[in-house]
Nanobody, 122 residues
Framework: QVQLVESGGGLVQAGDSLRLSCAASGGTFSNYRMGWFRQAPGKEREFVARISERGYRTSYADSVKGRFTISRDNAKTSVYLQMNSLKPEDTAVYYC???????????????WGQGTQVTVAS
């Protein structure tokens, strides 16, 4: 069983940056592909970014490509999401999740954190 805890959310102005962190425990972190998802009020949970087990491969949603960067530190059993040039439409609860398969589908991720709120004011 893997436990995930996100941190780093907050209220920022458009154009600002935030770095989200997700600390994992209870499993072999390097066995898992990690993803970040977000869910805005009234909308479905959507894929943001993912990273392979060793961090060699990443992919992003078109809406965040060039602004967000996912990374991981297996020694610290943590995954990060650096968010730059934030926009009001990035406002959502952000979740990290773990899976053993290459996927961007939320229902194919096995473990989820509780989420952290990101609010971007215009």
């Amino acid at each position: 069983q893997v436990q995930l805890v996100e941190s780093g959310g907050g209220l920022v102005q458009a154009g600002d940056s935030l770095r989200l962190s997700c600390a994992a425990s209870g499993g072999t972190f390097s066995n898992y592909r990690m993803g970040w998802f977000r869910q805005a009020p009234g909308k479905e949970r959507e894929f943001v970014a993912r990273i392979s087990e060793r961090g060699y491969r990443t992919s992003y949603a078109d809406s965040v490509k060039g602004r967000f960067t996912i990374s991981r530190d297996n020694a610290k059993t943590s995954v990060y999401l650096q968010m730059n040039s934030l926009k009001p439409e990035d406002t959502a609860v952000y979740y990290c999740a773990a899976t053993t398969i290459p996927t961007i589908q939320p229902d194919e991720y096995d473990y989820w954190g509780q989420g952290t709120q990101v609010t971007v004011a215009s």
